[in-house]
Antibody
Framework: EVQLVESGGGLVQPGRSLRLSCTAS????????MSWVRQAPGKGLEWVGF??????????EYAASVKGRFTISRDDSKSIAYLQMNSLKTEDTAVYYC??????????????????WGQGTMVTVSS | EIVLTQSPATLSLSPGERATLSCRAS??????LAWYQQKPGQAPRLLIY???NRATGIPARFSGSGPGTDFTLTISSLEPEDFAVYYC?????????FGQGTRLEIK
């Protein structure tokens, strides 16, 4: 069964850091780019960023709202993607979903649609 | 940044009826548009990619149209499990945005 499982969420004070993990199973993790998408309580979806597969250089792109504060990385040997979140703000409070970028631009590796989602992990930034 | 505007915000229909959901982009996005369904307490599920292609396992009653700036998700005959929130999503130059969602509720 193709599956993504997020972990690492919790309550954190503003200005502190937190690292989320996304463990994949049921598919060849290294063949796919991976994204993070978040959803604030009662709100819509917001793309956070993604990391390309090694075939596309393993590079990353981020939404403007998190650029310079969040970092996405991957360990293909363990089938895990990470989201390192620094300098957290109260507006970062959200459920964070890990996604598989099943449909993507063949030339650039940029995601077009997310075909597999994890169950999400809640991050609450509050003093 | 390309803004996606979904309408209506809420759609009230009965099982068996036809649902038409709209997503308008502030600029042309070619056919790079996807639709997702989200039920309470669950992660979103991909329904449609590239404007009109059904994702794996999605029933034929779901269909999408485009491309350009005006996109439509149609559910031909609503089943009880279709009542949920629907989001459209586009990708452009190094950015991805979602619409604000349409809530499909039972009338």
């Amino acid at each position: 069964e193709v599956q993504l499982v997020e972990s690492g969420g919790g309550l954190v004070q503003p200005g502190r850091s937190l690292r989320l993990s996304c463990t994949a199973s049921g598919f060849t993790f290294g063949d796919y780019a991976m994204s993070w998408v978040r959803q604030a309580p009662g709100k819509g979806l917001e793309w956070v960023g993604f990391i390309r597969s090694k075939a596309y250089g393993g590079t990353t792109e981020y939404a403007a709202s998190v650029k310079g504060r969040f970092t996405i990385s991957r360990d293909d040997s363990k089938s895990i993607a990470y989201l390192q979140m620094n300098s957290l703000k109260t507006e970062d409070t959200a459920v964070y979903y890990c996604t598989r970028d099943g449909y993507y631009d063949i030339l650039t590796g940029f995601p077009e649609a997310f075909d597999i989602w994890g169950q999400g992990t809640m991050v609450t930034v509050s003093s | 940044e390309i803004v996606l505007t979904q309408s209506p915000a809420t759609l009230s229909l009965s099982p068996g009826e036809r649902a038409t959901l709209s997503c308008r982009a502030s600029q042309g996005v070619s056919s790079y548009l996807a639709w997702y369904q989200q039920k309470p307490g669950q992660a979103p599920r991909l329904l449609i990619y590239d404007a009109s292609n059904r994702a794996t396992g999605i029933p034929a009653r779901f269909s999408g149209s485009g491309p350009g700036t005006d996109f439509t998700l149609t559910i031909s005959s609503l089943e009880p499990e279709d009542f949920a929130v629907y989001y459209c999503q586009q990708r452009s130059n190094w950015s991805i945005t979602f619409g604000q969602g349409t809530r499909l509720e039972i009338k």
